[in-house]
């Protein structure tokens, strides 16, 4: 009966001792090296002084050079003309166009107001793997679309685009930012 009992343990104890649990694990994987930062600039980008907020009247003028562009290519486009802060100065919905691109307009050229740069930019980000950019702003859009209206070097607004792809949005709201100068 012990050479039963012996038997059992010893083959129980080289069970175990082979178990796949208790085998010594392989050492994990190296983790990918984050992505670089870009380096040190030696000038701090976009670094375009705020002017005089654009007015009603020159906000006007983007909005229809935006909005020929946009007949003319025949894109029904949502247009968002908005201050040194964001706010916005003028709006145009065009006849047909998608009523959900209302605020994505508007929020192209908050965008582009609030952090004086082309919103493309952020999108760019997002695409190269930096996801940290969604935490800089809950209201931040990562889209192509939304241009700042730079005049005499400084910045008076912005204007934003939606309706179509990015690259539409962005060619109707640069005919648009060209106004301005």
């Not at 009992?5 to 085998?23: G, H, K, N, Q």
């Not at 994987?29 to 002017?51: H, V």
């Not at 940290?132 to 070097?153: M, W």
Request: charged fraction near 20%; aromatic fraction near 6%; include cysteine.
């Amino acid at each position: 009966m012990r050479s039963i009992v012996s038997m059992t343990l010893a083959a129980c104890a080289i069970a175990l001792m082979s178990s796949p649990t208790l085998a010594q694990a392989p050492a994990p994987a190296t983790p990918p090296a984050p992505p670089s930062a870009g380096g040190t600039p030696d000038a701090m980008p976009f670094d375009i002084p705020y002017g005089l907020s654009i007015g009603l009247e020159r906000a006007k003028q983007v909005m229809a050079a935006a909005e020929a562009e946009a007949k003319r290519r025949n894109w029904k486009m949502n247009i968002a003309v908005v201050d040194t802060n964001g706010e916005l100065v003028h709006f145009s919905r065009m006849e047909g166009a998608q009523i959900a691109s209302g605020s994505i307009a508007l929020g192209k050229a908050r965008t582009a107001a609030r952090f004086r740069r082309e919103s493309r930019i952020f999108y760019n980000a997002f695409e190269t793997g930096h996801p940290y950019v969604s935490t800089l702003d809950p209201t931040l859009i990562a889209s192509p679309g939304g241009f700042p209206l730079v005049e005499g070097g400084k910045l008076i607004g912005a204007v934003g685009c939606s309706g179509g792809t990015g690259d539409q949005d962005a060619a109707v709201c640069k005919v648009g930012a060209e106004v301005v100068k």
